[in-house]
């Protein structure tokens, strides 16, 4: 994918042509013709490229031996070579060009190298030994050096050429952006990696509006993981940026000039200013041209020679072992090989292991090396809430292979020297994720031996400043768990970020005899479902990010359990606000339909309180047969199951079923299913009330509310109970002086007959306690806990205590979830049908086999 | 798509969801091809059918670099295609690539799949 097509040299074409005849005709070497006869075995160095690369490989070259070659160096732009990376900085106003330039004039003259500034190399010819520039000059050479760097990647769009628009390479570039945010006003930057935010933060602090476009949904996702990219996010935003993950650009605007930028979404962003920081691509044109080895980048052996053995190539635009480089670390090591090969004993690069750092004052973020874990991998994870850190170290067999870390990067370094050495940590296991000064202080590699080595005013729990002698002091008295140390001493009552040392010094004190704390959540965390729930509200946490970070979350991204949890609690807590995280349901709930052993899917309509009419029946009908639905059934629950339909299929079934009025059934759903009914006194002989009328109230209430686990209702017309009212979840029992409710019923797995609740005399009354005990059971009990169960852990009597006895109490809790209901009637299937999330049900890409032949 | 060489184009990055897959279909009736796309930003490509019992892996749960299969929540390694834990089977793995935003998979790999399915 090569972005740069050759552009065919302009002037200099013919001249350089006529040039190759000429020494075609006379037979003379190309030094010769330039200046003058070589001296002794002084060679002619041609250096193509006055950058990063191509200067330290000079300076490598001198520093072995000064006489070997006569240098020139052709460098595109108008300067001496400065360090490309302080752009950055320069941009920000942090550094002037004078304090970035590496190599200034005096160096070229002490060396006596000549500098052909801003005149680009237009073309090699490889047979005469000579380059020649876009002006017209000449040079023979004997060694080549090509370290051209890298050309930014500018995306495809329409409008890109619009002025105003910038990339982020060159002094051209800054000088650019300086003289747009002169003038203020609004920025975006396209591309949230590494220079895309060191771009939007210079012009952040140059006082534009900054806008940062990126494709991907975290930031820096070749450097971060989703944890620590959520928290540059935050950190980010705080500082005025707005951040606009997941978005395409579709074209850049403007009538002359940029104006804004048009997101494939079709909103658009206003900007006076657009900078393309999508990424960079090895610059080979004209390597490729003079038909030099080409892959991603001009291709060298472990000396950076290319095919051509007169020719080396070193720095961004070579190829090394099928790797490209895009940072500086790299360069040092093969302008090192390079001299060695070229001057010295040949020692050869080997390849480089890079770890990357973000230049954006006050922000620390450190990665290197694999951190998406895999196979065999081992995450250690530490979160450290209050002081907003994230550090996650990856092991394999005993080897760190990855880290990524944001807040404290103190230990980067140590980690990457570990890294590259392969060292094997066995010993230091257990405390490398504290960092070296903990790991190595004095051999107390032992977790324990560490903790038993703090004094006794050693804090142990900050935010609760609990020291040391106070949590052993607890412990002594009696505190046998971390609950009861919790509730002692409040040590670790908070943020949880010391559970670890709190553990410690109960296994210290106590051994075996330490009491098993309650169950957590999932092996993520060390907090119980109740924990979170409480801090979740507590701290106003809105984010599963936000909650794993700061509730320190052991893993970077949780777990199937704890994922689907956390996402419930979060909409819970904050209905209308939240933004459900689909990635964290099951398949049924995120594709509205029940998955079937094949594969396949079943589709419920819903049928309020189990009445249904012509149409509808006519619908379900014309549905079964248009899609071939190999079985239609009578459920347990009073209405009917379409079997057999395929993913790809469901937007338009549902679109048939939309049509006919109805809407999804949720029985695939943590949420309402189905409100059973009889037919109730409009026709039963026995009927003392409307329970049918009712049971269509109660789920027209009712219906679309996400809840801890699945919950049924049923209204029965009198004490026969012929809807089973008393295996429900919420069950009502008319008579005739009004309605008995019953709550906690079970018909599934272990049947549990309900608890009565109380007897109310009005309909209205009936659905307001249905109302506020759903929002009470969808406030306390724990993720996949039905009611059941829920109620025996905390007994019918707190619930009458919260219901019946507390009205005012009732009261909040049916208009809570009234308020949360405002926002969740609407039905998902519509939604889906007109068009939402239409990736969820098509294909990425589908061929035939026929077609993967063709291709050979 | 495009198909040149070694690797085929299926797609953008971006078009995966992060923690979640897509599908490759190959043919009518024939096998598909989960890609996944990890928090960590690794992608990698399956074939689409737990070794349980042929469970559509793409629609499980993605955790660190692993998915819990949506039929009976087996965990299935992204990285080999093998049952973690207890559970015991292997699914084919497809190797993949992403280059410049674009996902490439191996059209030798995929040959060879659709050749043992
Ligand atoms: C379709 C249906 C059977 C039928 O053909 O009648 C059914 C089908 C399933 N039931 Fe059921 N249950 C159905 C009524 C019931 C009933 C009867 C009722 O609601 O009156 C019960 C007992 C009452 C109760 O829930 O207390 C029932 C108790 C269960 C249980 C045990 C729940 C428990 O708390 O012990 C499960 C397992 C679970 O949810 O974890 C379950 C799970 C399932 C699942 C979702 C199994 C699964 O995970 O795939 C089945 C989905 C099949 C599908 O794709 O539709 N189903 N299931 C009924 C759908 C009702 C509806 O219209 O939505
Ligand atoms: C803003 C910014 C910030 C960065 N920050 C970091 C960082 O923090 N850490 C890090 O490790 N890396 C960073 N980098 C990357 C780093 O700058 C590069 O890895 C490094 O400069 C590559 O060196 P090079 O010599 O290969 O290419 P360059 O430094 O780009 O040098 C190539 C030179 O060749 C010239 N040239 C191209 N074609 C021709 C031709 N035909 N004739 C003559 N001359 C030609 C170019 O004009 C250029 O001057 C950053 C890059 C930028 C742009
Ligand atoms: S009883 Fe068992 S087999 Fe029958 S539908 Fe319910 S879960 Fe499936
Ligand atoms: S089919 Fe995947 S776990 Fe059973």
Known sequence: MQALDFQRPHGGLFSFWSL??????????????DDGPRRGDVQRLVVIGNGMAGCRAVEEILARDPGRFRITIFGAEPHVNYNRIMLSPLLAGEKS?????????????????????????????????????????????????????????????????????????????????????????DAVVIGGGLLGLEAAHGLTLRGMKVTVIHLMPTLMERQLDEAAGWLLKTELEARGQTILTGADTAEIVGDGRVEGVKLKDGRTIPASLVVMAVGIRPSTALARAAGLAVGRGVQVDDHMVTSDPAILAVGECIEHDGQVYGLVAPLWE?????????????????????????????????????????????????????????????????????????????????????????????????????????????????????????SDDAEICGCNGVSKGKVVASIQAGACSLDAVRATCKASASCGSCTGLVEKLLALALGDAVEAGPKTICKCSSFTHDDVRREIVAQELRSIPEVMQKLHWTTPDGCSSCRPALNYYLLCAWPGAYVDDQQSRFVNERLHANIQKDGTYSVVPRMWGGLTNPRELRAIADVVEKYNAPMVKVTGGQRLDIFGIRKEDLPAVWADLNAAGMVSGHAYGKALRTVKTCVGSEWCRFGTQDSTGLGVQAEKMSWGSWMPHKFKIAVSGCPRNCAEATIKDFGIVCVDSGYELHVGGNGGIKVRATDFLCKVSTEQQALDHCAAFIQLYREDAWYLERTAPWIERVGIDYVRRRIVDDEVGREALTARFLFSQSFSQDDPWAARAGGADREQHAHLGEFRPVQLLAAE | MMMTGDWIDVGALGEIPLRGARTIKMGAGGEEIAIFHTSGGKVYALVNRCPHKQGPLSQGIVHGDAVACPLHNWRISLATGEALGEDE?????????????????????????????
């Open chain 1, 334 to 454: 093969m302008c090192r090989a390079l001299a060695d090969g070229l001057v010295a004993q040949p020692t050869g690069y080997r390849g480089s292991v890079t770890s990357t750092k973000l230049k954006v004052s006050g922000i620390d973020v450190f990665s290197a090396g694999d951190f998406a874990g895999g196979d065999g991998a081992e995450d250690i994870v530490l979160r450290d809430a209050a002081r907003g850190v994230y550090k996650r170290v990856v092991l394999r067999e005993d080897r760190v292979v990855g880290a990524v870390l944001y807040g404290d990067t103190a230990d980067g370094g140590w980690y990457f020297d570990l890294l590259r050495k392969g060292e094997d940590v066995a010993p230091i296991r257990d405390v490398i994720i504290f960092g070296q000064a903990f790991a190595q202080g004095g051999g107390q590699a032992d977790p324990k031996a560490a903790v038993a080595a703090l």
């Open chain 1, 97 to 185: 060009f004078a304090e970035i330039v590496i190599n200034d004039a005096a160096w070229y003259a002490d060396n006596g190298i000549e500098l052909v500034a801003g005149d680009p190399v237009a073309a090699i010819d490889r047979a005469a030994r000579t380059v020649t520039s876009e002006s017209g000059r000449t040079v023979g050479y004997d060694r080549l050096l090509i370290a051209t760097g890298s050309d930014p990647f500018i995306i495809p769009v329409p409008g890109r050429d619009l002025p105003g628009v910038v990339s982020f390479r060159d002094m051209k570039d800054v000088d650019a952006m300086l003289a747009a945010a002169g003038k203020g006003g």
């Open chain 2, 89 to 117: 089977g292997c699914v084919p793995t497809i190797p993949v690539r992403v280059d410049a935003g674009r996902v490439l998979i191996s059209r030798i790999a995929m040959l060879t799949t659709l050749a043992a399915a």
């Open chain 1, 20 to 33: 190759k005849m000429d020494f075609q005709g006379t037979g003379i070497g190309p030094d010769e013709r």
